[in-house]
């Protein structure tokens, strides 16, 4: 007889699903695959120390916020996933070399060393089978009522890794299918004050992202993907900032 794993969220934690202004008239639907930094209480902070839960390293600094900021002033759906990327990223395919990371820029993650697949299994079934989900059911809906659909996945990254600086504030990231990210940096470009990344700081394809390609491509729908500097979104005044920026140049890109 196969031992059956434990389960890894307690009843008293929280879902891995937060879902915001579902009934939104905007076609946008934002997601942010990391929003928060929770560590499920059984695996003991992964080995980690609290100072690293509070890194670049353990979720998307900020842009939680930008997302609820911006949900509320385009009026759209908004769902986001509160568990750290080190206990699973759900932007990466499960399985991937990256889905349950054993290092993040240097930094060894004790608790992730040596799982067994029943162990990495549990993880993909709590945390990023309900999250993605979550997104699919929203999409379903949408395309049932036919009605038109934009996939925003927001990020954001830090304005260092691996010692070297990172000059960009802002990036669009896009795989087959570029042409609202194309818009999207020429709106965000024009006043002249960002330097806005062209597939920069980081690129997407099959093999290192899911949310894009699974959710945007696979789909057919209009989408792009994008990242803020963690420092130009720290507090709450400055993701109202960002939030406010994107929501007048977000329908502009979108031609709506």
């Not at 940096?185 to 690129?203: C, F, H, K, M, W």
Request: hydrophobic share 40%; aromatic share 6%; glycine share 8%.
């Amino acid at each position: 007889m196969t031992a059956t794993t434990e389960a890894l969220l307690a009843p008293d934690e929280p879902t891995p699903v937060i879902e915001y202004r579902l009934g939104g008239t905007s076609p946008f639907l934002l997601v942010c695959d990391h929003a928060g930094r929770r560590i499920p209480r059984r695996l003991q902070n992964l080995g980690l120390g609290a100072a690293d839960l509070t890194r670049h390293i353990a979720w998307d600094i900020g842009i939680a916020g930008v997302g609820r900021h911006l949900a509320d002033r385009l009026d759209a759906a908004l769902i986001k996933q509160p568990y750290s990327r080190l206990v699973i990223d759900c932007n990466r395919p499960p399985g991937s070399g990256e889905s349950i990371a054993q290092e993040s820029d240097g930094t060894a993650i004790p608790g992730n060393l040596n799982l067994s697949a029943d162990e990495a299994a549990t993880r993909v079934r709590e945390i990023f089978a309900p999250y993605h989900g979550a997104i699919e059911k929203q999409l379903d809906a949408r395309a049932k009522a036919k009605r038109a659909t934009i996939l925003i996945s927001l990020h954001s990254f830090t304005p260092v890794y691996g010692g070297v600086g990172r000059s960009w504030q802002a990036g669009v990231l896009y795989n087959r299918y570029r042409a609202l990210a194309d818009a999207l940096r020429a709106q965000l470009s024009a006043p002249g004050d960002l330097i806005v990344g062209d597939n920069e700081p980081y690129t997407v394809d099959d093999e290192t992202d899911y949310t894009i390609p699974v959710h945007g491509e696979k789909r057919g729908i209009v989408h792009v993907a994008i990242e803020i500097r963690q420092d130009l979104i720290a507090d709450e005044a400055a993701q109202v900032y960002w939030a406010e920026r994107l929501a007048e140049v977000l329908p502009k890109a979108a031609g709506i």
